[in-house]
């Protein structure tokens, strides 16, 4: 298996550009997450869907973020408009489960956005 | 919400030194899960411990679950320079579906 595929590696924008960033699921996996790494706050789980529904989105930061999964090996994070504050690592991770004690997470090699 | 602390945050050990990581939750956990993130990489799944006092080892890395399951460490015995990275834990509470909460992490340098 291919394992969680991200695009793109890196991101590099200018305040106020729109910013997509995709994701491509273990095939069979149910669940997938977005997060946001940053030397100030972590790792941050910014939304999970489950079976493609959106089931947490209570870490987005703000309406400027949304994210999409039009189907089971697909799936988006949308910055718009991006600022420089949002420079960050974001990951995609999925997982096997969506609602068991004893899911693990499989994470991509993760998008390094920077915003000018 | 439900926290969780790491320490130390960072920790620059000799090679062949052993090494430790403590992990802290505001809350009664039903599982703990670690990762290890190398530098430029992404968090990769190393072990689960879901009993109480429960203990674990992966050749020189140990691991434990408190008896109150609100606290793990992970120890690494003799360290090497492969050994560097960042390591988390993360847990999610014992009530509900609520989400695995990852910890701040503790950065580890090997001086060789």
């Known amino acids: 298996d291919a394992g969680v595929i991200q695009s793109p590696r890196h991101e590099v924008t200018e305040m106020g550009q729109e910013v997509t960033l995709r994701c491509k699921p273990i095939s069979g996996h149910n669940s997938l997450f977005w997060y946001r790494q940053t030397m100030m706050r972590g790792l941050e789980l910014l939304i999970y869907f489950n079976n493609n529904v959106p089931i947490d989105d209570s870490g987005m930061p703000e309406d400027r973020f949304s994210a999409k999964m039009p189907n089971a090996s697909f799936s988006t994070l949308k910055i718009q408009p991006s600022e420089p504050r949002d420079s960050a690592v974001y990951f995609c991770?999925?997982?096997?489960?969506?609602?068991?004690?004893?899911?693990?997470?499989?994470f991509g090699s993760g998008t390094q956005l920077s915003v000018l | 919400g439900q926290q969780v602390m790491q320490i130390p945050q960072y920790q620059h050990v000799q090679e062949g030194e052993d090494f430790t990581t403590y992990c802290n939750s505001s809350t009664t956990l039903s599982n703990i899960q670690w990762y290890k993130q190398r530098p430029g990489g992404h968090p990769v799944f190393l072990i689960q411990l879901v009993k109480s006092g429960e203990v674990k080892k992966q050749k020189r890395l140990t691991f434990q679950f408190g008896e109150a399951k609100k606290n793990s460490s992970l120890h690494i015995t003799a360290t090497q320079t492969t050994d560097v990275g960042t390591y988390f834990c993360?847990?999610?509470?014992?009530?509900?579906?609520?989400?695995?909460?990852f910890g701040t992490g503790t950065r580890l340098t090997i001086i060789p």
């Open positions: 993360a847990g999610r509470p014992n009530f509900g579906n609520e989400k695995l909460t």
């Open positions: 991770a999925s997982s096997l489960e969506g609602f068991t004690t004893n899911e693990k997470l499989f």
